[in-house]
């Protein structure tokens, strides 16, 4: 048999017709077996699990960096659900309709981040912050400056 796409294989394997287990089925199409069983069992895609990774224009992620280094170094040390309400605030600017960011765009935000650690858990290092802070908002107002001139953005709009 031909190699099939995951999705066709899926629908040979919930048609009432069929009568061959999963591994054989998979073997024979050329599909991966457990790929198929997680998709059986209604797992998302890698896709579907990363979508909202990068929720905010470049631009908001430093803004949101800067005041969670701000808010290290005045010791009002966020958690990780705080980082995510706070960037949920910055999204619904735009679009009052969205959800909560996962703890999957926590950890790839701080992945992203020049400037933040993670210790463990999708956890911020903050003494890593409060070192940083001083060329991070240094590196905001560069970047405030630049997008003013070149996008005539204002703080206001930000």
């Given at each position: 048999?031909?190699?099939?796409?995951?999705?066709?294989?899926?629908?040979?394997?919930?048609?009432p017709?069929?009568?061959?287990?999963?591994?054989?089925v998979?073997?024979?199409?050329?599909?991966?077996?457990r790929s198929?069983?997680?998709?059986?069992?209604?797992?998302?895609?890698?896709?579907?699990?990363?979508?909202n990774?990068?929720?905010?224009?470049?631009v908001?992620?430093s803004?949101?960096?800067?005041?969670?280094?701000?808010?290290?170094?005045?010791?009002?040390?966020?958690?990780?659900?705080?980082?995510?309400?706070l960037a949920?605030k910055?999204?619904?600017?735009?679009?009052?309709?969205?959800?909560?960011?996962?703890?999957?765009?926590?950890?790839?935000?701080?992945?992203?981040?020049?400037?933040?650690?993670?210790?463990?858990h999708?956890?911020?290092?903050?003494?890593?912050?409060?070192?940083?802070?001083?060329?991070?908002?240094?590196?905001?107002?560069?970047?405030?400056?630049?997008?003013?001139?070149?996008?005539?953005?204002?703080?206001?709009?930000?």
């Amino acid at each position: 048999m031909a190699q099939l796409k995951l999705e066709d294989v899926v629908q040979i394997m919930q048609s009432p017709k069929n009568t061959l287990s999963s591994w054989k089925v998979a073997k024979a199409t050329g599909v991966s077996y457990r790929s198929l069983q997680r998709r059986l069992l209604g797992n998302p895609t890698a896709t579907e699990r990363n979508s909202n990774a990068q929720l905010l224009a470049p631009v908001q992620e430093s803004v949101l960096e800067a005041y969670i280094s701000y808010l290290a170094q005045t010791q009002k040390i966020p958690s990780g659900y705080r980082v995510q309400e706070l960037a949920l605030k910055i999204c619904q600017v735009a679009d009052p309709a969205t959800a909560l960011p996962s703890t999957t765009w926590l950890s790839a935000f701080i992945n992203r981040s020049q400037f933040l650690e993670r210790k463990r858990h999708g956890k911020l290092d903050f003494p890593r912050v409060r070192e940083s802070g001083e060329r991070l908002i240094g590196l905001f107002f560069e970047l405030l400056a630049y997008y003013e001139e070149t996008f005539h953005v204002t703080l206001n709009n930000i």
